[in-house]
């Protein structure tokens, strides 16, 4: 064989070889962990806004990133495992939402590999998680609504949907972070326009029964839900109780409203998800969690379900239903 057309059969062989190879060395897809405290049942929305905020980044599951998931199902104990084993398998960027205690098993796990948190129940620099909300350090990022401190908040609307009564209850999870703080910005509330405010805890599933019939004994005219991820996965448990001891209830998601429940105020939830969504595709981009600013919700929004307030005897007043920014029939 001549040179010219050995030269030239060897392109031939190597531009024909070329696709199967490349293939091989094409480097692997970004995998994301997304690390959730509650049921995927109960977080079927977040995930929706979650992947919303992905897309807008430029990501989506299935064509250029992986989602493996993990929900501790309302079980704190198991995210710690959870997250050391997206450690271990070196995910490129953990996503931990649903609270505060996700943020914390993460951040135990990996100094490392880039976490992304969407929390409403904590204070993330008084946590010791980031440094600052304007410059984060550290490999850690995310949303915080913060929602303890609108308790003070909720415990107002609950006098203007009860002016007559003298005492309500709040209904605390002792395992939350940022209980101790909601606690004490509800009691201050309360002193401050004259009802009394007892506390009932209440940490797992088995505790619900007696939390309501503690209320119910000591007559309370209405409750307020303390921000908590494990109390958002069992909704529909609490609702049930509220509605059969004929308690109202002002809840810190409107998930819960939409579900039965009768006032909310918060900030909303997909809108949260859907930034962290957002953050993880800029990390997945390459941007660092140390320069990306922890974002603070600037809207909040009152929800009344009026169905649920007939079915209470209860008449939602004037200004609420002014106030409302949303209102179920």
């Known amino acids: 064989m001549k040179r010219r057309e050995f030269i030239t059969g060897l392109g031939v062989a190597t531009l024909s070889s070329w696709p199967r190879a490349a293939r091989a060395q094409q ?9 959730q405290t509650g049921t995927p049942d109960s977080s079927t929305h977040q995930l929706s806004a979650f992947r919303q905020g992905l897309s807008d980044a430029g990501y989506a599951e299935g064509r250029n990133v992986m989602i493996e998931y993990r929900f ?12 050391a084993e997206f450690a271990r398998r070196r995910v490129t960027v953990i996503v931990a939402v649903g609270g505060a ?34 410059r984060p350090g550290g490999n850690l ?7 303890g401190a609108l308790t003070a908040k909720r415990v107002g609307l609950l006098r203007e949907l009860i002016p007559k009564e003298s005492a309500v209850a709040m209904l605390a999870n002792p395992d939350t972070v940022s209980v101790a703080a ?6 201050k509330a309360a002193r401050t326009i004259g009802i009394a405010l007892h506390v009932v805890n209440a940490s797992n599933e088995g505790d619900f029964e007696t939390a309501f019939a503690v209320m119910a004994q000591r007559k309370v005219g209405a409750l307020l839900v303390s921000a908590d991820a494990f109390y958002g996965s069992r909704r529909p448990q609490i609702i049930a109780l509220a509605d059969r001891h004929a308690i109202p209830a002002n809840y810190y998601r409107r998930e ?10 918060a900030a909303p939830l997909a809108d949260m998800y859907r930034q962290a969504g957002l953050y993880a595709g800029r990390v ?16 909040f ?3 009344v379900n009026l169905k649920t307030a007939k079915s209470l005897g209860l008449e939602i007043p004037t200004m609420l239903r002014v106030l409302a920014d949303e209102v179920i029939e």
């Open 27 to 35: 480097p692997a897809m970004p995998v994301i962990g997304y690390l």
């Open 301 to 303: 929004e009152l929800v």
């Open 284 to 299: 997945l981009g390459g941007a660092k969690p140390a320069d990306l600013p922890v974002v603070q919700p600037t809207k």
């Open 182 to 187: 909601q606690i004490e910005e509800a009691q």
């Open 101 to 134: 205690r996700p943020a914390f098993a993460a951040k135990a796990a990996t100094s490392t590999i880039p976490i992304v948190f969407a929390m409403g129940d904590t204070d993330p620099v008084q946590a010791g998680l980031v440094t600052s909300l304007s």
């Open 141 to 147: 990022t995310g949303v915080a609504a913060m929602l």
């Open 72 to 83: 501790a199902q309302g079980q704190y104990d198991r995210l710690p495992a959870m997250a």
């Open 256 to 265: 819960f409203v939409e579900e039965g429940g009768l006032m909310s105020y």
